[in-house]
């Protein structure tokens, strides 16, 4: 069949790409400078020359002079037109400051990560295999642990906690917590240190980060009350007034078997709170720049990990209220609402 082609819009769709090969370039320059050191050598705002970069970090002028370029030409760092760069405030909070919410380097520490695995996507997408997250690049967990952490620190405590009908009040006067599906820990650390009289337990499948969760956590005074175990979200044990799910129930293979362990795991009065990305019901409400995010997120690490395990059911990160009520009530749970949201998770309270 002959299509016509329209030249003026051909050309629009070109330049679109390759602002997007521009954005692509990105994650590699991003990763160097924050592994270098580059980025926090500058966070001070003064402005220095590629040599005296060089030097604060022990880095090639050459490599460097050439990445400065790269960062300027993007917008990452400022060119002050003579030779000499520094960071603007805003950039250096987005690129040396972990404990804000803005700072973006654990996303490009995963996505470089993530493609990693595009190899083993092309054959999973021919014979709809799976790739379990313990299969992906070991800089994924890493990255995903600091993407997450400073949105966790921000409002978990703060915010997504006191959502919850009365959960505050029993987290203060002693209860008992699973953090299932847990990484590195940050979430369950947070919790752990905002509510002395009550006891945490971190739950995940992935060995190699239950052990870096202990030793991220390990001198932090939160002995006594805090510990983590590897298990499934199907196998953990334990009664607990709170189950909580950061980002993780849809990259599960059977979320609906989770949800019923969790239900039977919960005193009589429990609650599970879920966080999970933000999403629309409907594909056409997500087309915009997070919507993309997400999907790509889903389609090379929440999608092949879920077609990993049994069932398979595959929600993928932008399932939106609906799914995930609609998998809340096959696990037998008859109370669920959206207690509240960010910019970029929903949080949903879940009781029987």
């Not at 940050?186 to 239950?210: K, N, Q, W």
């Not at 953990?236 to 849809?250: K, M, R, S, V």
């Not at 919960?266 to 709170?273: A, H, I, S, Y």
Request: charged share 20%; net charge negative.
């Amino acid at each position: 069949m002959n299509r016509t082609v329209d030249e003026d819009r051909l050309m629009e769709f070109v330049h679109k790409a390759l602002g997007d090969m521009s954005a692509l370039a990105a994650g590699p320059m991003v990763v160097l400078g924050d592994q270098l050191g580059l980025y926090r050598a500058m966070a001070d705002g003064e402005p220095v020359t590629s040599a005296e970069l060089a030097a604060r970090t022990h880095c090639d002028e050459r490599y460097v002079r050439e990445w400065l370029s790269s960062q300027a030409a993007g917008g990452y760092v400022a060119y002050d037109g003579d030779g000499r760069f520094h960071l603007e405030a805003e950039q250096a909070v987005a690129l040396t400051d972990e404990s804000s919410p803005a700072c973006v380097l654990g996303g490009f520490e995963a996505f470089l990560a993530v493609a990693r695995i595009v190899p083993r996507m092309i054959e999973s997408f021919h014979n709809g295999g799976g790739i379990g997250w313990g299969e992906q690049d070991p800089g994924l967990f890493h990255g995903t642990a600091r993407f997450f952490r400073p949105g966790y620190e921000a409002n978990l405590v703060s915010a997504w906690l006191p959502a919850l009908d009365g959960m505050v009040e029993r987290l203060e006067t002693g209860a008992a917590v699973a953090d299932v599906g847990c990484g590195y820990g940050h979430s369950t650390m947070i919790m752990a240190e905002a509510y002395p009289h009550s006891r945490f337990v971190g739950f995940d499948a992935h060995a190699p980060s239950v052990e870096a969760a202990e030793k991220l956590t390990a001198g932090r005074g939160v002995a006594d009350r805090l510990h983590f175990e590897q298990a499934t979200a199907k196998t953990f044990g334990g009664e607990y007034d709170l189950i909580t799910y950061f980002d993780c129930l849809h990259d599960m293979g059977d979320p609906v078997g989770a949800l019923s362990h969790a239900r039977t795991a919960l005193t009589p009065d429990g609650t599970v709170m879920l966080v999970e990305p933000f999403a629309n019901d409907e594909l056409g409400d997500n087309i915009n720049p997070l919507g993309r995010l997400f999907y790509s997120v889903s389609t090379l690490v929440c999608t092949p990990a879920s077609k990993s395990e049994e069932v398979g059911r595959a929600m993928g990160a932008q399932a939106g209220p609906a799914r995930t009520e609609a998998v809340a009530q096959e696990a037998g749970f008859t109370r669920f609402r959206q207690a509240t949201e960010t910019p970029f998770n929903r949080i949903y309270e879940l009781r029987p």
